[in-house]
């Protein structure tokens, strides 16, 4: 397991199977926060909010430890691959991992193994990617009133609460071992908004005092947008063809079961399908990306949360 430094101060090391780590050490006894980005390797969100926030974080006034692991799949975010390159594995779907595995299976296993057991509470930074548009978000498990309380915390502009929590992620390997969590999401595009930027620095730092970790109240901007249902993103609308993707919604924009979503046409503009939405909702999940194979999610529907 990662020895965590015993002094106060900022802390920049490996784990024992080479994950970077940066780990701010408080003054004061108290928690210990895990906070991880770069799952995958083509959202770059929470990877800068790690390293903004740890360089801004005074440890004389904080209570217990901040550990994080801002580029969690170093050899995808070096590769600008979503998935490990080594073998093709999404690291979102590997945990628990093995230690005799493929390479994204061990790496699930050292970061489940060398990190988790640490945490008190933990928080995964996600974001749309290279190929998807996602809300603003933070996430939770709805048959946890710990993460519940966190996500109306965090401040983030649309909290999603899950009733399920599918097997294979980060935050399933914590579930596990009873360890509360957040997962957030941001709009992607392999850019960094400021808008994102913003919300997950500040949402770390609400986090840390929801955690009564740093002084003051959580800053929510404003109430949020809260969504709820199952959110696997691989069981959205998929391309049933190969070719050019041309969305005619917008992310958070309200569909009906049925409605035409767009068209994907080919080569010379012909046009070879036409998706639908498959339900009643808003619209969750967006691809950007316009090249698209069979098979490809283009879109993800999520219901309302009423009052």
């Given at each position: 397991?990662?020895?965590?430094?015993?002094?106060?101060?900022?802390?920049?090391?490996?784990?024992?199977?080479?994950?970077?780590?940066?780990?701010?050490?408080?003054?004061?006894?108290?928690?210990?926060?895990?906070?991880?980005?770069?799952?995958?390797?083509?959202?770059?969100?929470?990877?800068?909010?790690?390293?903004?926030?740890?360089?801004?974080?005074?440890?004389?006034?904080?209570?217990?430890?901040?550990?994080?692991?801002?580029?969690?799949?170093?050899?995808?975010?070096?590769?600008?691959?979503?998935?490990?390159?080594?073998?093709?594995?999404?690291?979102?779907?590997?945990?628990?991992?093995?230690?005799?595995g493929?390479?994204?299976?061990?790496?699930?296993?050292?970061?489940?193994?060398?990190?988790?057991?640490?945490?008190?509470?933990?928080?995964?930074?996600h974001?749309?990617?290279?190929?998807?548009?996602?809300?603003?978000?933070?996430?939770?498990?709805?048959?946890?009133?710990?993460?519940?309380?966190?996500?109306?915390?965090?401040?983030?502009?649309?909290?999603?609460?899950?009733?399920?929590?599918?097997?294979?992620?980060?935050?399933?390997s914590?579930?596990?071992r009873?360890?509360?969590?957040?997962?957030?999401?941001?709009?992607?595009?392999?850019?960094?908004?400021?808008?994102?930027?913003?919300?997950?620095?500040?949402?770390?730092?609400?986090?840390m005092?929801?955690?009564?970790?740093?002084?003051?109240?959580?800053?929510?901007?404003?109430?949020?947008?809260?969504?709820?249902?199952?959110?696997?993103?691989?069981?959205?609308?998929?391309?049933?063809?190969?070719?050019?993707?041309?969305?005619?919604?917008s992310?958070?924009?309200p569909?009906?079961?049925?409605?035409?979503?767009?068209?994907?046409?080919?080569?010379?503009?012909?046009?070879?399908?036409?998706?639908?939405?498959?339900?009643?909702?808003?619209?969750?999940?967006?691809?950007?990306?316009?090249?698209?194979?069979?098979?490809?999610?283009?879109l993800?529907?999520?219901?309302?949360?009423?009052?």
């Amino acid at each position: 397991m990662l020895s965590l430094p015993s002094e106060p101060g900022l802390h920049r090391l490996c784990s024992p199977n080479d994950i970077p780590a940066i780990v701010v050490r408080g003054a004061a006894t108290g928690p210990t926060l895990l906070v991880s980005a770069g799952v995958h390797g083509d959202e770059y969100e929470g990877v800068r909010a790690i390293f903004e926030t740890v360089e801004e974080l005074d440890p004389q006034a904080l209570r217990g430890t901040l550990l994080t692991a801002p580029i969690l799949n170093y050899p995808a975010h070096r590769a600008v691959e979503r998935n490990h390159p080594a073998d093709g594995g999404n690291l979102a779907r590997q945990f628990p991992g093995r230690a005799d595995g493929t390479p994204s299976e061990r790496l699930a296993f050292a970061f489940d193994s060398e990190f988790l057991p640490h945490a008190d509470f933990y928080l995964d930074l996600h974001s749309g990617g290279i190929r998807f548009a996602m809300p603003s978000m933070a996430g939770y498990e709805t048959a946890d009133p710990r993460g519940r309380a966190a996500a109306e915390a965090f401040g983030a502009p649309v909290i999603w609460g899950h009733p399920v929590i599918e097997p294979g992620r980060t935050i399933s390997s914590a579930r596990a071992r009873g360890i509360p969590f957040l997962y957030t999401e941001a709009r992607g595009a392999g850019r960094i908004h400021p808008d994102d930027l913003l919300m997950m620095r500040r949402g770390i730092v609400n986090l840390m005092k929801h955690l009564r970790m740093l002084d003051g109240r959580p800053e929510i901007p404003a109430p949020p947008l809260r969504l709820h249902g199952i959110g696997n993103t691989d069981e959205g609308v998929s391309a049933t063809v190969d070719g050019f993707w041309m969305p005619s919604v917008s992310l958070l924009e309200p569909v009906r079961a049925g409605q035409p979503i767009g068209r994907i046409v080919s080569e010379i503009g012909e046009v070879l399908a036409i998706p639908e939405a498959p339900a009643d909702g808003l619209v969750g999940l967006l691809r950007k990306l316009p090249p698209v194979s069979a098979g490809d999610v283009l879109l993800l529907v999520a219901a309302r949360e009423e009052a």
